[in-house]
Structures are given as C-alpha cells and as structure tokens.
T-cell receptor
C-alpha cells in the first residue's frame, strides 16, 4: 500500500516570500510522485511530476520539487510567492495493484491550503 | 484541444435516489479514472477504466459503479444515495493506463444529497 502525508493543512506566506509545502510518502516500490493544484470550484491541475532520473523537478508557474529517497520526501517550493498562487495543493503517489502492475490510481495527501498575504 | 468535460456540474438528489454522472475524456485518451473529494476524507480513488474494462477499484461499496463506452466516455452510477455521498466527483483522463501517465482532471460534478 502507498500513502502520502502533507505536513500542515494551512500555510500562510507574504507575497514575495518563499513557499514551502511539505510532502512525505510511503511506498514499498519505487514511487512516482505528483503535485497538483486546485483553485476554488475547479478540478486539479498538474504542477509537476517525478518519475525517474533527475531528482529536482521543475514545474509550471515557477514551482519545483526535490525527490529525496532517504527522507521519503517530495517537498514543493517556489522562491517568491504571488497572490495568484493562493489555492489548495495536493501531493500524490501513483498506485500499484497487488501484483505489482501499475494502474491509473493516484493516492493523495490531505491537501495544503496556501494563503498569500499582500 | 478540449479538456475533460463532466456533466452535470451540479446535482441535488434526495436519499434513496440514484444518480448517473458523465465524463468525456480528452480526445484520444483511453483511460478514465474517477475520484471522490470530500472535506473529511479528501480525495479518494473510485475506479479506473481502460478500453471499456475496469482496471482497478477503490474501497467503495457496491452502490458505486461505473462503465466506459467504446468512445472512451465514462459514466459512474451511485444507487441508493446516502447523505455521506455528498461530494465533488472528479473524473480524470490519460492517454493510456499506467503509473506515470499524466492524468488530466475535469472540473467535477458537485453532488448534494438531501
């Protein structure tokens, strides 16, 4: 089984400050990890994903995340917050069935609401 | 290219009724997954369909069912609705089934059960 823990259900930053959203995962197989963003009354939009290769992943809107296997973490960062970044962010890990075959199942963390103050 | 569309966007039902939600994937995508989003339980996987076959199923009661048509459009059905079924139901499509295929999400159907 796989699981994701997002530390902090609410994070508040000032505009221009560093954004750091924390995500830790548990997986018995090499994980594929994702960060999604959800704006009010909308679906989820993919920010970035880690599959294999480079552990520092760059995404859209200036976000990036680093896969750290030793820490089982995949934290999301952005150097300078913008008002438009205010939204809910979800970390997710891809799923495998009991036979080890991967399917289109994402296991999500509980989400982190990011508030950006002027 | 049109995104994932879900109909209806909002739905109000009463306990005991049944409901059918529809999802049209991005053109060319053959995999459709469904998720339930609630404030208490967060985002939970319901099931995935690929080429009209259910590939994987989440931990939901049998009242929740789905199907996929030959054009990849998918429907999910919830029978004998309960108050706890009130949620945002999200559909996601991807080109094929697999771990790292990006899933594109629709805007969701907001179901309210009274």
């Amino acid at each position: 089984a796989q699981s994701v823990t997002q530390l902090g259900s609410h994070v508040s930053v000032s505009e221009g400050a560093l954004v750091l959203l924390r995500c830790n995962y548990s997986s018995s197989v090499p994980p594929y990890l994702f960060w999604y963003v959800q704006y009010p009354n909308q679906g989820l939009q993919l920010l970035l994903k880690y599959t294999t290769g480079a552990t520092l992943v760059k995404g859209i809107n200036g976000f990036e995340a680093e896969f750290k296997k030793s820490e089982t973490s995949f934290h999301l960062t952005k150097p300078s917050a913008h008002m438009s970044d205010a939204a809910e962010y979800f970390c997710a890990v891809s799923g495998y069935n009991a036979g080890g075959t991967s399917y289109g199942k994402l296991t999500f963390g509980q989400g982190t609401i990011l508030t950006v103050h002027p | 290219k049109a995104g994932v569309t879900q109909t209806p966007r909002y739905l109000i039902k009463t306990r005991g009724q049944q409901v059918t939600l529809s999802c049209s994937p991005i053109s060319g995508h053959r995999s459709v997954s469904w998720y339930q989003q609630t404030p208490g339980q967060g985002l939970q996987f319901l099931f995935e369909y690929f080429s009209e076959t259910q590939r994987n199923k989440g931990n939901f009661p049998g009242r929740f069912s789905g199907r996929q048509f030959s054009n990849s459009r998918s429907e999910m059905n919830v029978s004998t609705l309960e108050l706890g079924d009130s949620a945002l139901y999200l559909c996601a499509s991807s080109f094929t089934s697999g771990t790292y295929n990006e899933q594109f999400f629709g805007p969701g159907t907001r179901l309210t059960v009274l």
